[in-house]
């Protein structure tokens, strides 16, 4: 099994940036999707970007489309999520988990194999 942690959460202000980082204990070779989901307080978790670990073909949801850029680095089995023009909306836990196998709906929780602890991100107005 897989250890996932998530860094780079904490407390900014309304329009600020904020980079997460999702590093893996072991290798990432049999990987093939690297997600990020966020859970609000009182919500359920939601999708927020996927990345295919070998081609690197992203997905966004809409809610982070052209603010949110999910990358990877292989070679330092990390993968990353960019997050621009953030809002108070965006507030939540942050998670991110993996998949050894293709996944048809990268969306659905159920589908991905680990899971991180997750990393708090809070937006002030």
């Known amino acids: 099994q897989v250890q996932l942690v998530e860094s780079g959460g904490g407390l900014v202000q309304a329009g600020g940036s904020l980079r997460l980082s999702c590093t893996a204990s072991?290798?990432?070779?049999?990987?093939?999707?690297m997600g990020w989901f966020r859970q609000a307080p009182g919500k359920e978790r939601e999708f927020v970007a996927a990345?295919?670990?070998?081609?690197?073909?992203?997905e966004y949801s809409d809610y982070v489309k052209g603010r949110f850029t999910i990358s990877k680095a292989s070679a330092v089995n990390t993968g990353y999520l960019q997050m621009n023009s953030l809002q108070p909306e965006d507030t939540a836990v942050y998670y991110c988990?993996?998949?050894?196998?293709?996944?048809?709906?990268?969306?659905?929780?159920?589908?991905?194999?680990?899971w991180g602890q997750g990393t708090q991100v809070t937006v002030s107005s």
């Open positions: 990345i295919t670990w070998s081609g690197g073909r992203a």
């Open positions: 072991g290798s990432t070779d049999s990987w093939h999707t």
């Open positions: 988990a993996h998949s050894i196998r293709y996944l048809p709906q990268v969306q659905r929780l159920g589908e991905y194999d680990d």
